[in-house]
């Protein structure tokens, strides 16, 4: 896939590895606390820019009659449900980019973003 359908990593994701996952227009994620465990789940805990609080991040994959079904969980127990509801929108874009992604192999990936939003709490 190679960052054509939601970032690069700069290290393969194995249990107990760390890496980063970059957008390559200066957003990204530091990745840690990596459990692989496949082809069914992988885990890992997450932070944007490297700043922001540590979110844990699940990908679960199930075999359907019709193929699999990849379920993402993404978990902060101080998030509020506002905030809650941002993220699931965020996490039903990557996932249907991803589904254009394994249907056409053609790049999903967003064009470069031109604002940073980052910030410390």
């Known amino acids: 896939m ?19 996952l970059d957008f390559g227009d200066g957003d990204f994620f530091t990745i840690t606390d990596v459990v692989v465990e496949s082809p069914v789940r992988v885990a890992y805990r997450w932070s944007f820019l490297g700043l922001m609080p ?42 249907s980019r991803l589904v254009q992604y394994f249907a056409t192999g053609e790049s999903t990936r967003y064009d470069w973003r031109r604002t940073f939003d980052g910030g410390v709490e």
């Open 2 to 20: 190679a960052g054509r359908g939601f970032g690069n990593l700069t290290e393969a994701l194995r249990t107990g590895g760390t890496s980063r």
């Open 54 to 95: 540590l979110d844990e991040v699940t990908w679960t994959v199930e075999r359907t009659p019709n193929g699999s079904r990849v379920t993402v969980s993404d978990s902060d127990p101080l998030r509020s449900p506002d905030e809650c509801d941002k993220l699931r929108h965020g996490w039903e874009d990557f996932t």
